[in-house]
Structures are given as structure tokens and as C-alpha cells.
């Protein structure tokens, strides 16, 4: 069984920094792409930033210069530092892996269950 679990939101003031981090676990061979998302109060989940097996990282315009994308495939976590926080930044962060298990030959999605990041002027 994998699961993807998330840390590190919170509530924070505009122009600071939160770390978050996404972990996988379960009978895991490899995560191919990393992507974050999130979703405010009334509006469709929207993707953050992603980041390859090849380390190739998109960013939404929006976050570009002030988000940065990271992974480490020993541990198979996923990080998103983000700094120069703004209200609009205000929304429940998910983590999304294509996951490789264990006797399996293809990637399957999965989702963290999201972690709030609140940002206050």
C-alpha cells in the first residue's frame, strides 16, 4: 500500500516562507513525477509546480522567482519552499507522485490528503 503524506503548513504572515514536504511511503520502486497543486475556497485545484525524474521543473506563473520545487528520490520526498508569501498563496496544498510499486510495471497517481497554508496580510 503507498501513501503520500504531507507536512508543513500553517499560517504565516505575507512576505515570509513555509516549507512543505510531501513523503511517500509503502512498497515503492521509484516516483517518476512530482507535481503540486492547490485549491482555494471556491476555485478549481490549479497545479503549483512539478518536477521530473529528470528533474525538469514548470512552475505556474504566479509562484515563478518566489517557489522552488525539490526531491529526493533516496528518501522519495517531495519539498515546495516557498518564499515572498503572498494572500492570494492562501489554499489547501496537495502533493501528487506517479508512483512505481513493487511488482508493478507501470505508475499509478496518487494524492496526499493536503495541508492548509493560510497567508495574512
Known amino acids: 500500500q503507498v501513501q503520500l503524506v504531507e507536512s508543513g503548513g500553517g499560517l504565516v504572515q505575507a512576505g515570509g516562507s513555509l516549507d512543505l514536504s510531501c513523503a511517500a511511503s509503502g512498497s515503492i520502486v521509484r516516483v517518476n513525477t512530482w507535481t503540486w497543486y492547490r485549491q482555494a475556497p471556491g476555485q478549481q485545484r490549479e497545479l503549483v509546480a512539478q518536477i521530473t525524474s529528470g528533474a525538469v521543473k514548470t512552475y505556474q506563473d504566479s509562484v515563478k522567482g518566489r517557489f522552488t520545487i525539490s526531491r529526493d528520490d533516496v528518501l522519495h520526498i517531495v519539498y515546495l519552499h516557498m518564499n515572498g508569501l503572498k494572500p492570494e498563496d492562501t489554499a489547501v496544498y496537495y502533493c501528487?507522485?506517479?508512483?512505481?510499486?513493487?511488482?508493478?510495471?507501470?505508475?499509478?497517481?496518487?494524492w496526499g490528503q493536503g495541508t492548509q497554508v493560510t497567508v495574512f496580510s
Open positions: 501528487s507522485g506517479e508512483v512505481q510499486a513493487i511488482a508493478r510495471d507501470s505508475y499509478t497517481p496518487y
